[in-house]
């Protein structure tokens, strides 16, 4: 057994079972091309390789680096891209050694409402290194794309000419343990301390560890007062990283802090759309809009998402269409209609179309009552027991001969009209998964 397969044995041990054997176990190592500080994985398609490549490189090269004690840079890829990439550099002298994503670019980065600024400012810095908002803080929750567009800045640099270093907190933390044990700082002074640019994610972790943070707070000084560029991330503001010391805190903030909200639902949409193009899963608008409502907030569960519906659809020979999809993705869903009344859905409508719960069980006919009304008796027939006479007895109608016109109205509108039928299924997705 090689090493790369001890490797994949290795990570098998802190995965779940399925994902093992559905992506993981699919890679080959290729030992012939694989040196003393770079693996070379095949992966057998696109979708499983960018899967692969964006959840588990990270977790790989750690692998390596405890079994071996070299910095190894793990590439996932597919044997005749990597073939024809080492054909045609095998005369070129790389400019750095990085573990950038190719595929995290400015054009595959959806930009909407919650993500504009953020966007903006990183785009500004890649075309002017050192020269505004130095450093750059992204901060923002898990998966909604801080990564990708440090990254897109660092592909950017990259293709400049720029020596470019991007690593997590984890990374720069381990490097620096390993080059104490060898008494080698002054490598790993020379290789933080003179790239162009330096990307760092999750900074967050330098929390409370003092070392460290004497180190990082040297690093950045020496490439601030160099001109060079800074880009970090974080899950939260630098006021509110607890365990900091002060002066990393200020300067981190000397820049610009960006932050990057989840995406509504159109930026939702469009992420997927896009995401279904690059890695060539063709889903129809019913079902795009149905993940959308899934997902809360976490816009790397797209990646997992399409790649699940690809493996079951290959594996089963069926085309992907809705009930296929709500079957697959039923574990993403957990069920809590036993909990819900009539009244708690009516208050968790009211509160996401900004009017009062009381006002859905008047009687008024403003046009946004109206549409408020319908949506939360459909999500009442829906998702409760309630019989047709209870609900007219709470929505004060007559009798169940309204609410059932109400409902045959209702489910017109869910056919024809796009725009509703997004709104329904976003609310009755909301109502029936834990957030």
Known sequence: MNIGQEILLQLKEEITEVEYNRYIKQLDYDSKKSTSDLAVYYAPNTLVCNWIKNKYTSKLEHLFEVKTSNNVTVKITLKDSFDKRKTKKKEEKPTSKSLLNPSHTFDNFMVGGSNQFAYSAVKS????????????????GVGLGKTHLMQAAGNVFQDQGKSVIYTTVEQFLNDFIRHVRNQTMDRFQEKYRKCDVLLIDDIQFLSNKDTIQEEFFHTFEALKGAGKQIILTADKHPKKIGGLEKRLQSRFEWGL????????????????????????????????NYIATVIESNVREIEGILSKLHAYSQLMHVDIDLDFTKNVLKDQMQEKTANLTLDNITKFVAKDLNIKPSEITSKGRAKNLVYARRISIYLCRELTQNTMPQLAQYFGMKDHTAISHTIKKINSLIENDEDFKVKIDELTNKLTTNV
């Open 125 to 140: 810095v890649s075309e002017k290194a050192g020269e505004v908002y130095n450093p750059l803080f992204i901060y923002g």
């Open 257 to 288: 802090v960006a932050d990057i909200q989840p995406p509504e639902l159109t930026t939702k949409i469009a992420i997927i759309e896009k995401k279904s193009e690059i890695n060539k899963v063709k889903l129809s608008k019913d079902i795009i």
